[in-house]
């Protein structure tokens, strides 16, 4: 042992309760503040990466690529632009990958690339009311910031705004401790194939599989719910994927709208009234929210017992609380549809047609409804008995499979969490039995049987920021409900009908067996010959024919 090493020893005690009675001390109020700061955005996500789907290299894959794709199919909604998406994947080294997703929507200006792909909570939809894909502002930056940690590669972006200029080309890296981008590299680029448009390419650690939770399931369910959309996908095994423009219609374009009444808390009520530069009462209910006419919106605030002239931004916590307590009691005109894109009955199908080929199929589109202020809407198709591939096979034993349940949130396919979110919670909730379908306890239903479920809203409630599954809001799920129940109801009419035909079917085949056996039988018993008794026979087949029903 070394003196140093006695000495460290026996000073330990000594300085936890030496002799001179002076205590270690613990921190106080004034060190904790030395060490009290902000936390950057980026750190916070670089070290909570599973909050945004980034917890293993598989699912890492996935969401980057959702969120680039996500990115290019809104930036060509809102250019109204039909979309034409090209996805690459290349394995690089065991777990190092490269992705490409390029589009042809309206570009991205020079000076707003570098905030875009490298800085965190930087985006153009947080603040709107409308129905789109990203919300958060967060999903690409954070895709690049998760290349950069894993792989220390940086994002490389390509964007066009105009066909009269080459495109613009740059390296970049965010800089996690301040939340900013760093360019590495830029420069232009002669070689991009549209006349506007953006391509990223980011490499990361990742992991390539096939099956449920897939990047291939995620660009099947997203060709399904965007049938106007061209998709060409080159996987990391070779393989060459492309889905082909079912209608060159540009879908339902959605618009910005102010919140609607229902359901705002009384918390945001009081902070929106705090803000509001509107000097009445009536004029703020007014002009700060849809479907609150003039009228309405006097009769509430004289309902609330408030002076018509209260300047909103005067008024006190237990006022607005009264006012929020009628707007709830008062009946107001569901949100306009305006704001809220669905895929509508029609295209469902295509969709839905464009990656399985059934028998069957069903399809339903509800009216808007509203939850917590928010509208928003919900749609659901099925298919039943399928035509193609494995699922072929397991035909004539529908009871072997269960229900294969797409999970749709404005217009992107949710592949994690089922179990968590609100439309498997409204499926379960339903008695498939009604349906003709078979059906165990807390199980989805047994067949050859797609489901697919989109919520569409101005804001889709998320359990988490990876955006995997929807809350459990009753108004969501009543609305789900309703939407599958008449999906189910289509398919109950439609096996029924099926069933009888084919119980029909067997009973004649079982008739035409022993049709012979009759003909001998009447032969015998009437000493009919045989010309009269192959008459008798092919008139009873005759009339056996004619009688069919189906
Ligand atoms: N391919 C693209 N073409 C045009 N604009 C784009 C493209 N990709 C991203 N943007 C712009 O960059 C912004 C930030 O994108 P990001 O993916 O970080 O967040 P978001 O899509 O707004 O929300 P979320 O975090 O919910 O995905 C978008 O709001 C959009 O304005």
Redesign the pocket.
């Known amino acids: 042992m070394t003196d140093k090493t006695s000495n460290t020893l026996l000073d330990q005690p000594k300085n936890r309760n030496s002799a001179s009675g002076k205590k270690k001390t613990g921190a106080t109020a004034e060190t904790m503040a030395g060490k009290q700061r902000d936390i950057s955005i980026s750190e916070f996500f670089a070290k909570n990466r599973h909050l945004l789907g980034f917890d293993n290299p598989k699912k890492a894959l996935l969401t980057t690529i959702k969120?680039a794709v996500?990115?290019?199919l809104?930036?060509c909604e809102e250019a109204h632009i039909l979309p034409e998406i090209y996805i690459s994947i290349k394995q690089i080294t065991e777990n190092k990958y490269q992705v490409v997703i390029r589009?042809n929507?309206?570009g991205?200006v020079k000076r707003q690339v570098p905030n875009?792909f490298a800085r965190l909570l930087?985006?153009?939809?947080f603040h709107s009311l409308k129905m789109s894909r990203?919300?958060?502002?967060?999903?690409?930056?954070a895709a690049g910031m998760y290349g950069l940690i894993t792989t220390g590669e940086p994002v490389e972006v390509v964007s066009r705004t105009s066909s009269k200029h080459h495109g613009y080309y740059c390296k970049l890296k965010i800089d996690t401790a301040k939340n900013r981008p760093v360019i590495v590299e830029e420069g232009q680029e002669e070689d991009f194939p549209h006349s506007t448009g953006?391509a990223v390419t980011i490499i990361l650690e990742g992991r390539y599989n096939k099956g449920k939770q897939s990047v291939d399931e995620y660009i099947v369910q997203t060709a399904m719910a965007n049938p106007h959309a061209i998709i060409t996908y080159d996987s990391p095994d070779g393989e060459h994927y492309e889905y082909q423009r079912q209608s060159s219609e540009m879908p339902f374009i959605p618009i910005e709208i102010k919140p609607h009444p229902y359901g705002v808390e009384v918390g945001m009520l009081y902070q929106m009234a705090q803000d509001s530069k509107t000097k009445k009462l009536p004029e703020f209910l007014n002009k700060e929210f849809s479907r609150v006419s003039v009228n309405l919106a006097k009769k509430i605030t004289k309902d609330a017992g408030l002076s018509l002239s209260l300047k909103p931004s005067k008024a006190s916590l237990p006022e607005i609380d009264q006012l929020h307590k009628v707007v709830n009691e008062t009946k107001i005109m569901a949100p306009s549809t305006s704001c809220i894109g669905p895929i509508g009955e029609e295209r469902l199908e295509e969709g839905i047609r464009r990656v399985v080929e059934a028998d069957f199929y069903a399809t339903c589109t509800r009216r808007p409804s509203v939850y917590r202020g928010n509208p928003f809407l919900v749609e659901a198709a099925l298919a039943y008995g399928f035509q193609n591939g494995s699922d072929k096979e397991n035909r004539d034993d529908d009871t072997k499979q269960l229900m294969q349940l797409k999970r749709i949130a404005n217009r992107v396919p949710l592949l994690y969490q089922q179990s968590a979110g609100a439309i498997h919670k409204a499926v379960l909730d339903i008695n498939w039995r009604n349906y003709a379908l078979s059906q165990s306890k807390g199980a989805l239903p047994a067949g050859p049987l797609i489901l697919m479920v989109h919520v569409a809203s101005v804001w889709v409630p998320f359990t988490s920021e990876s955006k995997e599954a929807i809350a459990h809001y009753p108004e969501i799920i009543k609305e789900i409900k309703l939407a599958v129940q008449e999906c189910g109801r289509k398919l109950g009419v439609y096996l029924r009908r099926q069933k009888k035909i084919k119980q029909e079917l067997a009973k004649r085949s079982y008739i035409k067996t022993y049709l012979p056996h009759i003909g001998d039988a009447l032969k015998d018993i009437l000493e009919l010959s045989e010309p009269q008794t192959e008459d008798v026979i092919a008139k009873l087949a005759d009339t056996l024919e004619r009688s069919r029903k189906f």
């Open positions: 969120e996500d990115n290019a809104d930036a589009d929507g309206p991205i875009i930087y985006g153009s939809k990203g919300q958060q502002g967060i999903g690409i930056s953006t």
